[in-house]
């Protein structure tokens, strides 16, 4: 009983480490879609403001709004693909 309740064991200790390895590479993933969206959500503003020097007025008022939809939306449909990824 000893003999298998050792290999139980040892079994459990292999899948596990599997496991933390597998969720290590997720991890991975995930931090390179953060470096993408720290990236991405760079050059938006970047071109935002750019654009925004060259618009005045209320003109201005609603291309925000349109930016900040268009934002908001991207940033949900990452996140929500993140949140699948860190599903699997």
Sequence with gaps: MSAEFVKV???FTAVRGEFAEQIG???KEI???HLAIAES?????A???EL???IGGQTRTMMMWF???????ATSAVALCVTLVTQL
């Design 9 to 11: 064991g040892a079994e």
């Design 25 to 27: 590479e997720v991890h």
């Design 67 to 73: 930016v900040g939809i268009a934002a908001t939306i």
């Design 41 to 45: 959500t760079k050059q938006t503003t």
């Design 47 to 49: 071109q935002f403001v």
């Design 31 to 33: 931090g390179g879609l």
């Design 52 to 54: 925004s020097a060259k």
